[in-house]
C-alpha cells in the first residue's frame, strides 16, 4: 500500500444508524468498517427508544 500523507493518515470517523442491543447487524458492520484500520465507529443512532440507544452505546464503548 503506498504511503499516505496529511490528512490522508487520518482515520475516517464513522457513524452507525440502527444495530443497536438485539440486532445481529450493527456488529457486522462495526466490525466489517474497522477491519482495515483505516475507519474507526465514533458515534451511532443505536435505536429509537433512548434506554437500548444509551445500553448500546455503552457496549461499543462509544461517548454517551
Not at 28 to 50: F, K, T, W, Y
Request: net charge positive; charged share 20%; proline share 3%.
Amino acid at each position: 500500500m503506498p504511503e499516505r500523507s496529511g490528512l490522508a493518515k487520518r482515520r475516517l470517523r464513522a457513524g452507525i444508524v440502527g444495530g443497536g442491543r438485539g440486532a445481529f447487524i450493527g456488529s457486522v458492520h462495526r466490525i466489517a468498517a474497522e477491519l482495515d484500520g483505516q475507519a474507526l465507529v465514533v458515534a451511532g443512532a443505536m435505536s429509537a427508544d433512548p434506554a437500548v440507544a444509551r445500553d448500546s452505546a455503552a457496549a461499543w464503548f462509544l461517548e454517551i
